[in-house]
């Protein structure tokens, strides 16, 4: 069966796609395989069936085609060793970021595929030998990575469809306000951008404050991995069960912020879930209710295939193969839209994920382009940020600059919503978690703990009704002091904890509140307060100059 089965093509050609899938399995659903897979073997048969026409041998087209599929998958990695190599000799002169022209890079790839195509044409008599051994080696070859997703896989533990309850509430007859729950990714909180970056933002929090925001100055994040955050927040609750039996699976966390405790309360009162383009894979949502995004695009894994085949250099529209320019255009496009959101005549719940002050650095001050487009693309932070801007000090400047630029652009949006709203809304402005400057996804030990765990945290009530917020207030209660002041639930409030975890065990939480707690970035910490702290407090009667 061996030497009539003509098998390698179609294997070889699947390969990529999985092994890609291999190194990403915990951060990639396994339905984003179904479309690649099912291209490559249409256009792996579709090529087998054109050199059958010329060769009129099936085991001779299955060996040309074979040697078209390699073609096609290495001719990318190909042309960025030979950048690299090519970078790299450059020191002995100029060091130059040398990158080739795909053409040129490609060109001799395709000079050695015709003349092996040649080859097997005009010498190979008896393929059916050479066939059997393809077989077998693409046998060999594409088991190394299904057996690590398999293994990968099976430490997920079988678990029950999940059900989201929604919180008990008694909304009154009220006006439902729109809520916008605006993040700003990795945002330091004041006293840490004055401590690391040089930049005094209290100017922006008392303006915030002057526009009748509330600001806690002493909030810290509950996690330090920006998915484990926004479950947090979004599901008002600590982690613990959720995960329990993901392993180190994380691609349940997009459904865990897509689907959140939230959203489920507020819409049988009739509240639209909105949300916008972000690039990071847990934070797309195009399931929503509303969804916007600057322009159509493929997931994060399947942009990454595109990347390793001439696809990605020679057919894609410039502006889209720039990963770069579309950061910049996602961001831009969130910020010139969000306040449109207040036109919706039903109320609305806008969750609006902003990728900026994080890594990449795109922007400058005034928000002019610094992409460092010699390096290649990251969405890392920390030690996993890597390339030209990872340098601390490279790291420190963009991250300053993109800060002020994000710091000057926000607030014009929130003047914006405040003044397009016809009721006053709810607006919930945070960091997810602080900066990365000293952020070892790693190790805890090497890790700035009061860096990465201190947030910004503002809220906009109507009638300034901010009787519940603490000044430690963490975002795991932001939403239940929201559902407790203006949908009338009793929801008990949970300690302000937060924990860190690595990258490679996402779920093994190390309690680090004591060392971050109440803390500013020069204090000693202060004691976590404990849960019966925290019950719900009688809402006191409105004051007869509040406007209510």
């Not at 909105?274 to 322009?295: L, Q």
């Not at 036109?343 to 001050?365: M, N, S």
Request: charged fraction near 20%; charge should be negative.
């Amino acid at each position: 069966m061996m030497r009539r089965w003509v098998l390698h093509p179609f294997l070889l050609a699947t390969y990529p796609i999985l092994a890609l899938f291999s190194r990403n399995v915990y951060e990639t659903r396994p339905i984003e395989l179904a479309w690649p897979i099912l291209l490559v073997v249409l256009g792996t048969s579709a090529v087998w069936a054109v050199w059958w026409l010329f060769v009129r041998d099936v085991q001779k087209a299955g060996l040309l085609a074979s040697l078209f599929v390699v073609l096609f998958f290495t001719v990318a990695r190909i042309a960025e060793i030979a950048n690299h190599q090519l970078s790299e000799l450059s020191a002995y002169w100029v060091r130059t970021s040398v990158r080739i022209w795909p053409p040129y890079a490609i060109a001799p790839e395709i000079v050695v595929f015709l003349v092996l195509c040649a080859l097997v044409v005009r010498w190979v008599k008896k393929p059916g030998t050479l066939t059997a051994a393809l077989n077998l080696f693409a046998i060999v070859l594409i088991a190394m990575p299904a057996s690590w997703i398999a293994m990968a896989k099976a430490s997920t533990e079988a678990r029950a469809t999940r059900r989201v309850e929604p919180f008990a509430i008694a909304p009154s007859a009220e006006t439902r306000p729109d809520i916008y729950y605006i993040i700003l990714d990795a945002y330091a909180r004041t006293d840490v951008m004055q401590a690391l970056f040089d930049f005094d933002n209290n100017p922006f929090l008392e303006s915030l404050e002057r526009k009748g925001f509330h600001v806690t100055r002493r909030s810290t994040a509950n996690y330090c991995q920006t998915p484990l955050c926004l479950s947090a927040s979004l599901n008002s609750t600590y982690l613990d069960d959720l995960v329990q039996g993901l392993g180190r699976d994380q691609t349940e966390l997009s459904g865990f912020i897509g689907r959140n405790r939230i959203v489920e309360t507020l819409r049988p009162l009739g509240y639209k879930f909105v949300t916008f383009s972000t690039g990071f894979e847990p934070t797309e949502h195009p399931e929503a209710d509303a969804y916007y995004a600057p322009f159509h695009q493929l997931s994060e894994f399947h942009r990454l295939l595109v990347d390793v085949t001439p696809l990605g250099a020679l057919f894609l529209n410039p502006s889209r193969a720039d990963l770069f320019t579309m950061a910049r255009e996602r961001v831009l496009y969130l910020l010139d839209n969000l306040a449109d959101v207040a036109a919706d005549r039903a109320p609305t719940f806008t969750f609006a994920h902003i990728l900026c002050p994080h890594p990449p650095f795109v922007f400058g001050e005034d928000g002019e382009d610094v992409s460092h487009r010699d390096d290649r693309f990251f969405l890392t932070d920390g030690q996993k940020f890597l390339g030209t801007a990872a340098d601390p000090v490279i790291y420190r400047r963009g991250y300053r600059a993109q800060a002020i630029f994000v710091t000057r652009r926000i607030e014009q949006v929130i003047d914006r919503i405040l003044a397009e709203s016809p009721e006053p809304p709810i607006i919930i402005l945070q960091s997810d978690h602080g900066s990365g400057w000293k952020l070892d996804m790693h190790s805890l030990d090497r890790t700035d703990l009061k860096e990465r765990m201190s947030i910004l945290n503002a809220y906009y009530f109507p009638g300034q009704r901010y009787h519940e917020l603490r000044d430690t207030i963490s975002p795991v209660n932001s939403f239940r002091v929201v559902l407790n002041t203006f949908f009338g639930g009793r929801i008990p409030y949970l300690p302000d904890q937060s924990f860190y975890s690595t990258w490679d065990d996402p779920y093994a939480f190390i309690d680090v509140s004591s060392r971050v707690h109440g803390r500013l970035y020069d204090e000693e910490p202060q004691a976590t307060p404990e849960a019966s702290e925290l019950e719900p407090e009688p809402e006191p009667e409105p004051d007869s100059t509040s406007g209510e």
